[in-house]
T-cell receptor
Framework: QKEVEQNSGPLSVPEGAIASLNCTYS??????FFWYRQYSGKSPELIMS????GDKEDGRFTAQLNKASQYVSLLIRDSQPSDSATYLC????????????FGKGITLSVRP | DAMVIQNPRYQVTQFGKPVTLSCSQT?????MYWYQQKSSQAPKLLFH???????NEADTPDNFQSRRPNTSFCFLDIRSPGLGDAAMYLC?????????????????FGPGTRLTVL
């Protein structure tokens, strides 16, 4: 089982729709969860961090965490063509371990 | 603005010719990371510095070395680049764990250096 798994893409949604990106992780002691956006040829950009079960909203983005199900998701409301990118899920175990484990990413395409 | 800077943005080298990539940061973060990312793949951690403590990943080839002369700068040395080392090299930084949970291990990436090996 992969440590961090993102559902297969690419994902295509029409402009204005809600895009739902999902991620599961295998290490139960994981404590910190992140979503990065990466445009083609660019570096990853941190867009959301979540540490507690439940929802965290920031503008059009909502991160959802369910530690019991080992599941973290990112919802993008009112999707825009500028949201077209690869979204990477990353997980940190805990304690002094500073390392992140990344999923392979899912490519989102927002159709005008 | 506080940021992570990488130079050069594009590097072309010849097979076997040593190359050094640099990273600097004005965030005053304790931890600095080097990642390798190939097309359509997740970033792969090569090593990281926790202050001056060097932490190598078990599967990082000996061909890759790193130096951190001070808090602000970190270098990636590729001693004998092969064709398989062509990739985007990403530097990232984070605060020391143990500080406010809200910022725990958020990693911030520089723009990357695209390495081409001829």
């Amino acid at each position: 089982q992969k440590e961090v798994e993102q559902n297969s893409g690419p994902l295509s949604v029409p402009e204005g729709a809600i895009a739902s990106l999902n991620c599961t992780y295998s290490d139960r002691v994981s404590q910190s969860f992140f979503w990065y956006r990466q445009y083609s040829g660019k570096s990853p950009e941190l867009i959301m961090s979540i540490y507690s079960n439940g929802d965290k909203e920031d503008g059009r983005f909502t991160a959802q965490l369910n530690k019991a199900s080992q599941y973290v998701s990112l919802l993008i409301r009112d999707s825009q063509p500028s949201d077209s990118a690869t979204y990477l899920c990353a997980v940190n175990r805990s304690g002094a371990n500073s390392k992140l484990t990344f999923g392979k990413g899912i490519t989102l395409s927002v159709r005008p | 603005d506080a940021m992570v800077i990488q130079n050069p943005r594009y590097q072309v080298t010849q097979f076997g010719k040593p190359v050094t990539l640099s990273c600097s940061q004005t965030l005053n973060h304790n931890v600095m990371y080097w990642y390798q990312q190939k097309s359509s793949q997740a970033p792969k951690l090569l090593f990281h510095y926790y202050d001056k403590d060097f932490n190598n990943e078990a599967d990082t080839p000996d061909n890759f070395q790193s130096r951190r002369p001070n808090t602000s700068f970190c270098f990636l040395d590729i001693r004998s680049p092969g064709l398989g080392d062509a990739a985007m090299y990403l530097c990232a930084t984070s605060r020391k764990p143990g500080l406010a949970l809200s910022s725990y291990n958020e990693q911030f990436f520089g723009p990357g250096t695209r390495l081409t090996v001829l």
